[in-house]
């Protein structure tokens, strides 16, 4: 089983609230990744990191950041979280493989956050 | 056009019979095909996956890649109440990109 968690598993906020997602691996991956899934669709990659200090966007415009510090923890961030925020948001990491096979990638359990 | 086309279901089935899930796509550069298992209200885990064209067998689970039709599939033979989840195909190319592409995925309920 992978080692990967994201806190909180659950969160309900008001509009215009900052929010912190929290998401932290143990298996010393390089490559971290978060994904949006709505009900019926397919994840959608927001963001995505190779390592320490680098941070890249994904295929879907999100008004969300991240950062990268430390190689475990990956924490995506929400200024001002507004209706159309709400969504199930999923943590992933991989060993970054560019050779040799798949670069499996290993999820967390999700945060689902709801904003009224 | 989505690059990758999944069957979104619902699938229902009885216990102990055969499920085949598709999958299609149209990036021919398209290497790596995986099947993950998403659990309700859990993330997704990887259950198989294959590199180019052919097939591969883990115990009840068999993959088949057809890279000639851009067509992937996964069976599950003798299914169990257990294997009800939504299940999502992914794919990526070689190299140093690797960034996966997912299916919609198909939600499956078998029934006992």
């Known amino acids: 089983e992978a080692d990967i968690y994201q806190t909180p598993r659950y969160l309900v906020i008001g509009t215009g609230k900052k929010i912190t997602l929290e998401c932290s691996q143990t298996m010393g991956h390089d490559k971290m990744y978060w994904y949006q899934q709505d009900p019926g669709m397919e994840l959608h990659l927001i963001h995505y990191?190779?390592?320490?200090?680098?941070?890249e966007k994904g295929d879907l415009s999100s008004e969300s950041t991240v950062s990268r510090i430390r190689t475990e923890h990956f924490p995506l961030t929400l200024e001002s979280a507004r209706p159309s925020h709400t969504s199930q948001y999923l943590c992933?990491?991989?060993?970054?493989?560019?050779?040799?096979?798949?670069?499996?990638?290993?999820f967390g359990p999700g945060t689902r956050l709801t904003v009224l | 056009q989505k690059e990758v086309e999944q069957d979104p279901g619902p699938l229902s089935v009885p216990e102990g019979a055969i499920v085949s899930l598709n999958c299609t796509y149209s990036n021919s550069a398209f290497q790596y095909f995986m099947w993950y298992r998403q659990y309700s209200r859990k993330g997704p885990e990887l259950l198989m996956y294959?590199?180019?064209?052919g097939n591969k067998e883990d115990g009840r689970f068999t993959a088949q890649v057809d890279k000639s039709s851009k067509y992937i599939s996964l069976f599950i033979r003798d299914s169990q109440p257990s294997d009800s989840a939504t299940y999502l195909c992914a794919m990526s190319e070689s190299g140093s990109a690797r960034q996966l592409t997912f299916g919609s995925g198909t939600q499956l309920t078998v029934l006992p």
């Open positions: 294959t590199y180019s064209s």
């Open positions: 990191s190779y390592g320490v200090n680098s941070t």
């Open positions: 992933a990491s991989s060993e970054g493989r560019t050779s040799g096979g798949a670069d499996t990638q290993y």
